[in-house]
């Protein structure tokens, strides 16, 4: 069993950056494959970004387009998301999740098991 909770949310201009954190309590952290999802009012929870457990590998949606990274720090038992020259359309909830997806998967928000309750973040134009 993993506890999620998510930080580092808030109001940014257009053009500027937010990095969130996801603090992870429970055994077996390291082991997990972590991503963000972002849930826009009235819009479906999408992917944003995973790394897995290694901490080698990383999948992002097209929509990062270079702008975002994320990482990990097992020893911390925490995940970030460092996102730069964000756009009003970045305005959403976002969540961490944990699981076991497989490579083939990683994008689906339904091979996670674990869900932070969120945080959000505010891009004004």
């Known amino acids: 069993q993993v506890q999620l909770v998510e930080s580092g949310g808030g109001l940014v201009q257009a053009g500027g950056s937010l990095r969130l954190s996801c603090a992870a309590s429970?055994?077996?952290?390291?082991?997990?494959?972590m991503g963000w999802f972002r849930q826009a009012p009235g819009k479906e929870r999408e992917f944003v970004a995973t790394i897995v457990w290694t901490g080698g590998r990383t999948y992002y949606a097209d929509f990062v387009k270079g702008r975002f990274t994320i990482s990990r720090d097992n020893a911390k038992n925490t995940v970030y998301l460092q996102m730069n020259s964000l756009g009003p359309e970045g305005t959403a909830g976002y969540y961490c999740?944990?699981?076991?997806?497989?490579?083939?998967?990683?994008?689906?928000?339904?091979?996670?098991?674990?869900w932070g309750p969120g945080n959000q973040g505010t891009v004004s134009p």
């Open positions: 429970g055994r077996s952290f390291s082991s997990y494959t």
């Open positions: 999740a944990g699981g076991y997806p497989g490579m083939i998967t990683v994008r689906d928000r339904n091979r996670y098991d674990y």
